[in-house]
């Protein structure tokens, strides 16, 4: 068994498309994230050569070591976008995990996603032959079911097939990211099969994320919307697993990271990373009194000093 993680209890920023680019993954990772995730990447725009699908592979300088998630349902292509996948990434890919649990319409349609949770050989044969190929661990990534709860024969399908560990987010298909996640199919998944067991579902601080592993025995947890606007809820997160002191960082430290992140997006992507930032600079400002129009503000950003001057100059109004 060959375990993908680096540490005993890692704590994984989740694939989120739109979201996880190279920019958020390095400020996640400095704020002690184990291993950052790319959103999902198309196997089939990889094997045609798609220049935007390729872009999803750059890594930062600083990223020792990401995840990549690849989606898809052929098996021979799934195959052929890690071997590509590898070869651009070389030392640097710490990981492959392959997406089995996206509910939205335009993948399912096609079969992608956790419509594989409905087709479990052809999910068990995919893994397969990705294993094959792959120099790095094959990780899968998927759903609690479709409509009912499949996931402890499913788990069990994905073992056989060579998975190295999985990550469970525990709400079906047709919930979608209604309700809670529900943490007994956690645990029931982690006592039905040897590889390790990560878990995931609304995770929001130390504590959720302790008593996450407490209850379902799983190896480690995966963040996904908590970590937007928060990436030092990593920091957070390895304090309460350790049981070490952690203190909230300030308004003025908080607002910080964000000035950081609109200066790295800008000097990674230009003008058009600014554009990309507007989703992430108001989860910086989330609980923050009056920051209504400080919002509008930062919209009107020209440039990331402009959202220097604008964050730090609203520290004199406002308050958390
Ligand atoms: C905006 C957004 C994009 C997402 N994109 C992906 C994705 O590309 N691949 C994937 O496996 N899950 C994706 N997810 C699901 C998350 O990885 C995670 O499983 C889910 O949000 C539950 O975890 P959380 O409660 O910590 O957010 C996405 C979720 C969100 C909110």
């Given amino acids: 068994m060959i375990d993908p993680y680096p540490s005993a209890h890692p704590v994984l920023l989740a694939p989120m498309a739109g979201y996880t680019d190279v920019v958020f993954r390095a400020l996640c990772t400095s704020f002690g994230c184990d291993l950052a ?132 987010h525990p709400r079906t298909r047709m919930q979608q990211y209604r309700g809670t996640a529900d943490r007994s199919a956690i645990g029931e998944v982690k006592a039905a099969v040897r590889i390790p067991v990560i878990g995931n579902g609304d995770i929001t601080d130390g504590e959720s994320a302790v008593s996450m592993i407490r209850e379902t025995g799983c190896d480690g947890v995966m963040v996904g919307r908590a970590a937007l606007g928060k990436p030092w809820i990593f920091r957070e997160i390895k304090a309460a697993i350790a049981g070490t002191p952690y203190t909230e960082p300030s308004l003025s430290e908080r607002l910080e990271v964000a000035v950081l992140h609109a200066e790295r997006i800008e000097q990674a992507k230009g003008p058009h990373g600014l554009v990309e930032l507007r989703k992430h600079l108001p989860r910086y400002l989330y609980g923050i009194r009056g920051s209504a129009a400080l919002r509008t503000r930062l919209n009107d950003a020209k440039n990331a000093s402009e959202i220097r001057e604008f964050l730090l100059d609203s520290l004199k109004n406002i308050t958390i």
């Fill in 37 to 168: 995730y790319t959103e999902m990447i198309s196997a089939k725009g990889l094997t045609f050569g798609n220049r935007k699908t390729a872009a999803y592979l750059e890594v930062g300088e600083d990223e020792t070591g990401i995840a990549v998630q690849l989606f898809g349902h052929e098996p021979d292509r799934m195959a052929e976008a890690a071997r590509i996948t590898a070869d651009h990434l070389g030392p640097r890919l710490r990981c492959i995990d392959i997406n089995m649990g996206c509910p939205a319409q335009k993948i399912v349609a096609n079969g992608d996603g956790s419509a594989l949770m409905r087709t479990p050989a052809l999910a068990g044969t995919i893994t397969e032959t990705v294993k094959k190929v792959s120099p790095v661990p094959v990780t899968v990534k998927f759903r609690k079911g479709w409509e009912d709860d499949t996931c402890v024969a499913f788990a069990k399908t994905l073992e056989s097939a060579g998975a190295d560990a999985l990550c469970l």
